[in-house]
């Protein structure tokens, strides 16, 4: 099966319709795409895990993703961090950039491969930016159907609850619960972030009337990364 960007702007226009969150919104269309320097990147072949890991180029850019890059021999491809960065001009180009984390099922990068006129079940090998091997992936054993990311929550503060949950929290005090099997979530709490992720509504029985109710929205974490006060 082949995905292409306007199948995930369908699915996550679906998904996103089903919350009630103003101040989580998706963000505003940027002017391009800058390269990000991974400094720390692992594959764990049990999980199809990715984890990676560095420092954004500049202020001004934010939402790190993974991305797939063809190279010249078409069975091989290249594995890429790209931000979102507003304007030509950084105004804070000499500063160092905030910090990132990602972690991403290596089956999502399945997305890619249509916008890259590829095979989307082919097998392939993913290489790093260095050049050095990552993954072999035969997509046409591993069906996936959820990108990178359908959603964005921007400079959002994240709270530990009672309970033990982590919640990420608007300024007009709007939340979701946030989880992330591999990325410690801990370290981040009181601290503004930015995150890319999956919506997924949460259900509750009523025993009292037998119903289901949706609780709040749990946001799967797929990426994030440190923004400025």
Request: with cysteine; hydrophobic share 45%.
């Amino acid at each position: 099966m082949k995905f292409s960007n306007e199948i995930l702007k369908v699915a996550a226009a679906g998904v996103f319709g089903l919350l009630t969150l103003p101040a989580f919104a998706q963000t505003a269309p940027v002017s391009h795409l800058v390269p990000v320097a991974v400094q720390k990147l692992n594959y764990d072949t049990e999980s199809m895990m990715v984890t990676a890991s560095g420092v954004m180029p500049n202020l001004c850019t934010a939402a790190p993703r993974p991305e797939l890059r063809a190279t010249a021999n078409s069975s091989v491809l290249q594995l890429v961090v790209n931000g979102e960065m507003n304007g030509d001009v950084c105004m804070a180009l000499a500063l160092v950039g905030n910090s990132f984390e990602l972690a991403f099922d290596i089956r999502s990068l399945k997305f890619n491969l249509a916008d890259l006129h590829l095979d989307s079940d082919g097998t392939y090998k993913i290489i790093g930016a260095d050049g050095k091997l990552v993954a072999i992936v035969d997509f046409g054993k591993v069906p996936f159907d959820q990108p990178f990311a359908s959603h964005q929550i921007s400079n959002a503060k994240l709270a530990l609850t009672e309970n033990g949950s982590i919640i990420a929290v608007a300024s007009d005090s709007t939340s979701v619960e946030v989880r992330s099997p591999i990325i410690d979530l801990k370290k981040y709490i009181g601290r503004p972030v930015d995150m890319s992720g999956l919506v997924v509504n949460a259900h509750s029985d009523d025993f009292s009337t037998g119903r289901s109710q949706i609780e709040r929205p749990l946001f799967l974490l797929t990426g994030l990364n440190t923004t400025t006060q």
